[in-house]
């Protein structure tokens, strides 16, 4: 991208242009972009539109049958109610930065809009950021720790193989649990488990899948041995019959604190991934909250539906 802004601003004569757009106020800037964008809709006919869908890989629809996603959507959120996970309906956009704040995303990976928005890439992130202001305005209390969930089709800009079933957007449920450091780590026992079971209950009991976990060590915690082992136990315990395997490598990786698991599914002899989670600090981040403990996870739609 840097290689294209550079053309860019030498054509235009300007090397300074984006450093004086962005000192611009945000309502300034945001008027200009939707000028810009109104003036290039005026040049747009029906014939353009059609030509543009057929070329924009952001635009085509998916393939899976739409009932059968709803009402995937239907079974997953139902178990969360049925195991006190609270369920939250999201916007399709995200505050501008939603996931490049935290760190470990290129802002280039997601789909900047006008109006300080994005659109949704990651459901995740807008629980953490719903939780943290319950928290902060005092609308919620997670002493004795806080379940959400949600459903959403998000979309990334991510490059993607040019093959059938392959899109720019997909389907995600996901789990944003949070809880206050009691010592011991007490809470973080807590939420793991709460997640743990919903899993077992979703993934074995329901759909009788051949799940096999890995388990991937992370920095963040001083004891991070002792805390991995004593997280280990915990899946050993939750998930009794299913295999576990070990990455040890990569502890800084600074997207999970602690730990990260994955969960596979098997079909025809083949592992897909169908889920990913870990420890967060997002809330802790955002409401300057240093005892605040977070753990997400999700699992793919898409990916459960096709298997």
Not at 116 to 139: C, F, S
Not at 196 to 221: C, F, P, Q, T
Request: aromatic share 8%.
């Amino acid at each position: 991208m840097s290689k294209i802004t550079d053309r860019i601003l030498t054509e235009l004569g300007d090397k300074e242009l984006i450093e004086k757009l962005l000192a611009l106020p945000k309502s300034d800037l945001n008027s200009l972009m939707l000028e810009v964008f109104k003036e290039q809709a005026k040049d747009i006919n029906p014939a353009d539109v059609l030509k543009a869908f057929q070329t924009n890989r952001f635009s085509l629809p998916s393939e899976i049958d739409p009932i059968d996603y709803h009402i995937c959507e239907a079974e997953l959120l139902s178990l969360a109610r049925k195991l006190e996970i609270e369920a939250v309906l999201l916007s399709p956009s995200a505050p501008l930065g939603s996931c490049s704040a935290f760190g470990c995303v290129n802002q280039n990976n997601i789909i900047s809009a006008s109006r300080g928005v994005e659109i949704l890439p990651d459901p995740t992130n807008m629980l953490a950021i719903i939780i943290a202001q319950k928290l902060k305005n005092e609308e919620a209390d997670n002493h004795n720790q806080l379940h959400f969930c949600t459903t959403a089709r998000v979309q990334r800009a991510n490059p993607i193989p040019k093959a059938k079933g392959f899109y720019s957007h997909f389907g995600i449920f996901c789990i944003v649990s949070t809880g206050k450091d009691r010592g011991s780590y007490i809470c973080e026992n807590a939420l793991f488990v709460k997640q743990l079971h919903y899993y077992r209950k979703l993934l074995i009991e329901r759909y009788n899948a051949r799940l096999s976990v890995v388990l991937r060590k992370r920095s963040g915690y001083i004891d991070s041995d002792g805390f991995f082992n004593k997280m280990t136990e915990l899946v050993k315990i939750e998930l009794p019959d299913v295999p576990i395997s070990f990455d040890l490598e990569h502890e800084d990786n600074n997207y999970y604190k602690g730990i990260n698991f994955k969960l596979y599914m098997e079909k025809e002899n083949e592992k897909i991934e169908i889920g990913d989670g870990g420890f967060v600090d997002w809330i802790s981040k955002m409401t300057n909250r240093k005892k605040e403990r977070c753990l997400i996870s999700g699992i793919g739609l898409d990916r459960l539906l096709l298997l």
